[in-house]
């Protein structure tokens, strides 16, 4: 056998494997197409009024295609009304933070960073704190728009910190991950002095939204964590290429004509802010930013474009699995989901840790 026939027998043993590799992420995509249809028509069904899976969906399409759906006025009013804004928002939170985690891991080159480790979600806490306990608002209006703008404006005080270490020669992503961590502490350490002085009901208000919760969900707060969303998926999509050269590390992929920098700096600036908006609707849900990526990558490995797919689909399922928990599990006490994402989200992670392979593929 000559040196031309050993190459091309190699090359096609290489396509076929590719092949699979490609089929494989694919069929896990569309599986998790799949499953996050019946998981959301599974939570649209659950409640104290209690409807078939079929009824529900019923209920949702009849609004568009009411000459084909015939629901009954009380299925309609119910799914419209209370159940639809908290599943479209789960579905939407839950698919954004998980890109956003997926992105900083991915970007910091640590399988622990995401927003929540950049004190995202501690700058929120900070801000809602001062609405609710003090009464004071960034934004003029009610108390909800004032907790809500507080939130979302403190949040971004972490991401402007990040901004300056990147534009700073030699600010390496450790650097990057400790400064976030400490500005976790100095967050958390205001707002427990806060909840020192304040009273009950209000450290308890002040908890409960710490914790994080969907059952604000209302139809205006769904077309900004769409569109942040929207752009995250867009800006991951546009640097796939780029980041994904990124893993060899920040000299193989100058060398190759990434703008490393800039990269770094676009991907953490829609990470991170995407998370600062989600997280000022439903305060800081944690772990699905961390665990999403990482259940994606142990079965499709780790390139870009289809983990940041994968990851927006996984994590919009992992949010709606915890949120019927949260609400079935001592009906009709609804408990923080929250507290159930990262009561479940621990011990997956653990799982993962465990029979995590060598290498990735």
């Known amino acids: 056998m000559n040196s031309n026939t050993k190459k091309e027998k190699h090359f096609e043993i290489e396509q076929k494997k590719y092949r699979k590799i490609l089929i494989k992420r694919l069929l896990f995509i569309v599986i998790s197409i799949v499953l996050l249809i019946v998981v959301a028509g599974v939570a649209l069904s659950l409640g104290s009024a209690d409807m078939s899976f079929l009824d529900a969906y019923t209920a949702a399409f009849a609004r568009f295609f009411p000459t084909w759906f015939n629901a009954t006025p009380l299925a309609y009013t119910v799914v419209w009304t209370l159940r639809l804004p908290r599943i479209l928002l789960a579905i939407g939170a839950g698919a954004t933070l998980a890109m956003s985690g997926c992105s900083a891991q991915t970007i910091l080159r640590n399988p622990i960073a995401t927003p929540y480790t950049l004190g995202v979600s501690a700058g929120a806490g900070l801000g809602a704190a001062i609405g609710i306990i003090l009464g004071r608002g960034l934004l003029s209006g009610n108390t909800n728009l004032s907790i809500t703008g507080n939130a979302f404006i403190f949040s971004l ?30 967050f958390n350490a205001c707002t427990t002095i806060l909840q020192y002085f304040a009273d009950t009901n209000a450290v308890a208000a002040t908890v409960f939204w710490l914790v994080g919760d969907l059952s604000r969900a209302t139809w205006h707060q769904l077309p900004y964590v769409f569109g942040v969303m929207l752009l995250c998926f867009g800006v991951n999509l546009w640097l796939a290429w780029d980041i994904n050269v990124m893993k060899l590390g920040d000299d193989a992929a100058k060398s190759l004509g990434v703008e490393v920098d800039r990269t770094r700096r676009v991907s953490l600036v829609a990470a991170c802010l995407s998370t600062a908006v989600v997280v000022a609707f ?13 259940i994606c990558r142990a079965f499709i490995g780790s390139d870009h474009k289809t983990l940041i797919v994968s990851s927006a689909f996984v994590g919009a399922i992992l949010l709606l699995i915890a949120d019927i928990f949260a609400r079935q599990l001592l009906a009709p006490i609804v408990l923080p989901v929250g507290a159930i994402t990262a009561f479940l989200g621990g011990p997956l992670l653990l799982y993962l840790l465990i029979k995590k392979r060598p290498s990735h593929q």
């Open 282 to 294: 439903t305060g800081a849900i944690g772990f699905i930013c961390l665990v999403a990526p990482h």
């Open 157 to 186: 005080i972490p991401l402007a910190v990040i901004l300056l270490l990147v534009k700073r020669k030699g600010a390496s992503s450790e650097t990057m991950i400790l400064a976030g961590v400490a500005m976790v502490y100095i």
